[in-house]
C-alpha cells in the first residue's frame, strides 16, 4: 500500500513538473523496495515501464534543446540598461555555473531547463557589469590625471611700461633699475584715469637731472640719445631708430672685452641697462625692438674662434647693412610702387610728418609727376610745418590747413597717403594720433587711403584700441600763451582739471585701402603673413 501512495505521488509530480528533490525522493523509496523484496503488481510494473519510457524521451529532448542552444543562443527580454551591458563586448572569459550530474539532469523538464538557462545568463550579466564598472573607473581615475605632454595655458606678461598703476610692477621695476644703477623716472602730473597706467614724464625735468649718472655704467653716446629722446629733439619712428642704431655702433667701437668672458654673452649683458635707460627716457617704438632684437641675434651668433676686432668690425657692418636695407632701400622701393598710384593732376592730402611719404612725393615730383598737396597738421607739436617746409622747398604747391578743417578739404582730394609708426599682427595701422580721425572722414568721401610703411616696422602686438598702449607726452605742451596770457599755468593747482596729450591712435584695417610696403603692394589683412615670412626667414 506503501509503494502504491508512492507510485500515486510521482504521477502527481510528473504531471504538474514539480522539483527535482521530490521526483528523486520517490525514486529512492522504489529502489528502497526493490531491495526490500516487495512485490509490484502488474499495474504498477506497467506505470514503471511508462515513466523510463517517458525519462528516455526526456533525455533526448535535453540533447535537442542543447544543440539548438549551442546554434542559436535565444535573447532573453532586457530592460535599457541591462541591453547595453549585454551588447558591450566582454574582456574576460565568461564565469558558467557548474554542470549539474547527469543524474539530475535527465530528471529536469523543459521548464527547469529554462531556469537553469536564465540563471546563467544572469550570471553572465553580473559579471560583464563587474567588468565594466572597473573600465569605467580607470577612464574617469585617467581623464582626472592629465598627461604630462598636454600642453599648458600660455599666460601673455603686459609689458611694464603699461602697467604704471600697479605697486607691485612698480616695485619690481625700481629693483631691476637699482641692479642696474639706473635712476628710476617719475611721474609728472595727474593723469586722467583712463590712461592711469601709462607713464606721462615732463621735458622740464630730464633724467639726468634727478641723480648723476657714472661713465662706468652707461656710455655717453647712449646717455646723450636718452637725453634727445626726452626733449623730442629727435622724433618719429625712422629718425630714432637709426640713432639707435649707430649709438650702439659707437658703443661696439668702444667695448673690450673682460678677461675670461665671450664677447657673445658679455656683450649682450652689456647692451641691457643701456636699453632700460632709453626706455626710461622714452618708451621705445616698434621699429626700434626689432632692430635690438637684430642685433642682439647677431651679437649672440658671434663665433668665439674669431679675434675680437674682427668680430666687431663684423657686428658694425651688419649694423649698416640693417639701416641701408631695411630702412633706405626700402623707402625706394616703396617710392617705385607709390609712383605707379600717383596721376598727373592729383591732390594728394599728407598727414603730419612722416620723412617716408616726403620722400615719397619729392621722388615722384622730381620724375615728372604734377599734383598738389594739401597738409593737414594738428596741434601741439605742428609737425605739418617741417613737412610744409621741405616740399616747397622741392617746389611742389602745397596747401596747409589744421585737422579741424579736414572735411572741407576731402571733397577735391584724390588720394591720402599715410605714414604709420607700427603695423600690428591684426592689420591695425598704429600712427600719429589724428591719423585715424582723417581715414574716417576719407572713407566717409569715398577717398582712397595709402599707407606707405617699411616692414621692420610690422610686429607680431595686437591692438583694437588706443587705451591699453599708447604714449603720453608732457602735458605742459598743451599751454598756449596769446597776447601775454596764459590760461593753463597752473593747471595742476585745479583739482578737477586733467590734461591729456595723447601721442599716437590706432587705425582700423576698414579705413585703410592698401598698404605700400618694400615687398609690394599689399591689405592689411597680409600682415601675419609677412610677419610669418620674416621669422622664417630669421
Sequence with gaps: MAGTEGITQQELNNSTGETRDETDSKKNDYLQSKVEGKALSKEEKLKLRKEKK????????????????????????????????QRAPPTSPLVTPEAPPTGEKSGKSKVELRADRRARQDVDRTSKQGKKGDRSQLASTAKTKAPPSEPQ?????????????DPAVLKKVAKKLERQQIPLRSDYGSKVSLFSHLHQYSRKAPLTQQMSIPSTVIHPSIVHLGLQYSQGIIAGSNSRCIALLHAFKQVI??????????????????????????????????????????????????????????????????????????IHLAAKAISKSAFEKISDGDVILVYGCSSLVNYILCDAYERGRKFRVIVVD???????????RRLVRKGISCTY??????????????????????????????????????????????????????????CERVQT??????????????????????????????????????????????????????????????????????????
Design 465 to 538: 584700441d588706443s587705451f591699453v598702449s599708447n604714449e603720453l607726452d608732457d602735458p605742459d605742451d598743451l599751454i598756449v600763451t596769446r597776447k601775454g596770457k596764459t590760461e593753463l599755468q597752473n593747471w595742476q593747482d585745479t583739482a578737477s582739471l586733467r590734461l591729456l596729450n595723447l601721442v599716437y591712435d590706432v587705425t582700423p584695417p576698414d579705413f585703410v585701402d592698401l598698404v605700400i610696403t618694400d615687398l609690394g603692394m599689399i591689405p592689411c589683412t597680409s600682415v601675419p603673413v609677412v610677419l610669418r615670412v620674416k621669422n622664417v626667414d630669421q
Design 253 to 326: 667701437r668702444d667695448y673690450s672685452t673682460p678677461r675670461n668672458e665671450e664677447l657673445s654673452r658679455d656683450l649682450v649683458n652689456k647692451l641691457k641697462p643701456y636699453i632700460s635707460f632709453l626706455n626710461q627716457c622714452r618708451p621705445l617704438s616698434a621699429s626700434m625692438g626689432n632692430a635690438i632684437k637684430y642685433i642682439k641675434k647677431e651679437i649672440s651668433n658671434v663665433s668665439s674662434n674669431i679675434k675680437e676686432e674682427e668680430a666687431k668690425t663684423t657686428l658694425q657692418n651688419c649694423i649698416d647693412k640693417y639701416i641701408e636695407e631695411k
Design 153 to 165: 595655458p600660455v599666460v601673455k606678461r603686459l609689458p611694464e611700461h603699461i602697467q604704471a598703476d
Design 54 to 85: 517517458q525519462q528516455k524521451k526526456n533525455k533526448k529532448d535535453d540533447k535537442g534543446l542543447a544543440k539548438e542552444e549551442k546554434a542559436k543562443k535565444p535573447v532573453p527580454v532586457m530592460d535599457g540598461q541591462q541591453a547595453q551591458q
Design 378 to 388: 594738428s596741434r601741439p607739436r605742428l609737425e605739418g610745418r617741417e613737412t610744409l
Design 401 to 458: 590747413v589744421l585737422i579741424t578743417a579736414v572735411s572741407y578739404m576731402l571733397p577735391e582730394v584724390s588720394k591720402v597717403f599715410l605714414g604709420a609708426h607700427a603695423l600690428l599682427a591684426n592689420g591695425y595701422v598704429m600712427s600719429r594720433v589724428g591719423a585715424s580721425q582723417i581715414a574716417l572722414v576719407a572713407k566717409a568721401y569715398n577717398v582712397p587711403v595709402l599707407v606707405c610703411c617699411e616692414t621692420y616696422k610690422f
